[in-house]
């Protein structure tokens, strides 16, 4: 894989935090069931009334994929695949835009998406656990299009390259939906700055934080996708700020 260098990613990505005094890394399966269950009634008493209302807190990812619908012709293709979306808000949204579009769901929390099957909303929807660090993509070899909403953040680079390179030998588009970090570059330009002192401080562990993922910026996601030969452009930035929405193709 070709080397763009430290200084390169030193300023074009920042590390993601979580509050948590234990553990280290992306969360696990487990570690993911277990803090929805105890931060979501959805996940712990899961019902239709409980999906309603986690739905409607989640009130800025269900406008990005609302615009996302108005943008995008969903219509051209046959069936989404939706790569760790949990507990799936976006996939609801882009359903009821397109009904006729057939859906495969997935999420590396096995245990939450076993509770969500028991929500009606999923009753006639195909769920299915996946790994993108370790499972192979071939599981979504009936989609013509792939979406992930925020899931990046959880992927090496490798992953991700992993992930542009079944794109590209199997002739699908993908909307990868990152956290976006490039609209306020005054505020991604500081962070960058303090990060240095934070990771030491975390190594000291003179404050509770938890290296929890990484986010890039525009550029970064640029030279990821001239290393694995795609074409990205960005095609939604939301308004208050959310994701920055990519579209990938052969």
């Not at 996940?43 to 269900?62: A, D, L, M, T």
């Not at 992927?155 to 991700?160: K, M, R």
């Given at each position: 894989m070709k080397k763009y260098g430290k200084f390169f990613t030193y300023i074009n990505s920042k590390p993601a935090y979580t509050s948590d005094k234990d553990g280290t890394g992306v969360y696990s399966a487990d570690e993911w069931y277990d803090?929805?269950?105890?931060?979501?009634?959805?996940?712990?008493?899961?019902?239709?009334?409980?999906?309603?209302?986690?739905?409607?807190?989640?009130?800025?990812?269900?406008?990005?994929?609302?615009?996302l619908c108005e943008k995008f012709d969903f219509s051209n293709y046959k069936k989404l695949g939706d790569i760790g979306g949990a507990p799936f808000y976006q996939a609801l949204v882009i359903s009821d835009f397109y009904p006729n579009l057939e859906m495969l769901l997935t999420d590396y929390d096995y245990g939450s998406c076993e509770l969500l099957k028991s929500v009606s909303y999923f009753s006639n929807i195909e769920m299915q656990p996946f790994d993108a660090k370790k499972d192979d993509y071939n599981i979504f070899n009936g989609c013509d299009l792939l979406t992930s909403?925020?899931?990046?953040?959880?992927?090496?680079?490798?992953?991700?390259?992993k992930l542009f390179n079944y794109i590209k030998v199997e002739n699908k588009t993908l909307l990868i939906a990152s956290f976006d970090v490039d609209t306020n570059i005054i505020r991604f330009v500081t962070k960058s700055l303090i990060k240095s002192a934070m990771n030491l401080m975390i190594k000291k562990r003179l404050i509770n934080r938890r290296v929890h993922g990484v986010l890039r910026n525009a550029k970064y996601f640029s030279e990821l996708s001239k290393i694995a030969e795609v074409a990205i452009e960005t095609i939604q930035i939301d308004s208050p700020i959310l994701y920055r929405i990519y579209k990938v193709t052969p």
């Open positions: 803090s929805r269950k105890i931060h979501d009634n959805l996940f712990s008493h899961p019902s239709e009334r409980n999906y309603r209302k986690s739905f409607y807190q989640e009130s800025k990812k269900i406008i990005s994929a609302s615009k909403w925020g899931v990046d953040y959880a992927l090496s680079d490798e992953d991700i390259l």
